[in-house]
């Protein structure tokens, strides 16, 4: 990779870093392209120059959180095994809602008011993701290694249930009785979660 480029995919990550921490910080309204070029430490101009406006801004972080969060799934073949497979989708999504919390807060911010600024990415690129992943747990059924359930709404399950520990932090950990998640709570949900969920699909705990 060469040094201008290199410079540029730099700038982007500490765009997107510090546009993530003012967007979960003070939400769409509340942020301003200013506050994240302090944030960044660039001039507000480099802003302006990769992104042409906060709107665009806003959605590569949406863009980019989803990507990280079905990342796991992503390359996931008819030809594996689905126990494996879940599981490490599971914990992958456990551990992401344990270790960055205000991610998912950012994302369901933007769900619970309509999707008015992702609504497209929802109707297109998400859409045909679940598609093709739903197609793949549909494969495990016909070949049957796992017991029959819908695929989507297995998807959605494992979603909210994994997301329910960044969303619902506070509530978690107030029930919890604790301050903040512990080291080894990532692992321990994940178990509880992971084990619940595949023993629903007929399959063997990892």
Known sequence: MGKRKQIREDNLQLILSAAEEEFGLHGYKGTAIQNIADRAGLPKANIVYYFSSKENLYKAVLNKIISEWND?????????DPATALDQFIRRKVQQSIENPRASRIFAMEIIQGAPHHRDFLRKELRQWVRERAGVIQSWIDQ?????????????MIWATTQHYADFETQVLTVLN???YEPQDAS???DHVSGIILRGCGLKSL
């Open 178 to 180: 604790r301050a903040e």
């Open 144 to 156: 049957g290694k796992m017991q029959a359930v819908d695929p989507v709404h297995l998807i959605f």
């Open 188 to 190: 321990s949900i994940a």
């Open 72 to 80: 796991a799934f992503d390359r996931v073949t008819a030809e594996d």
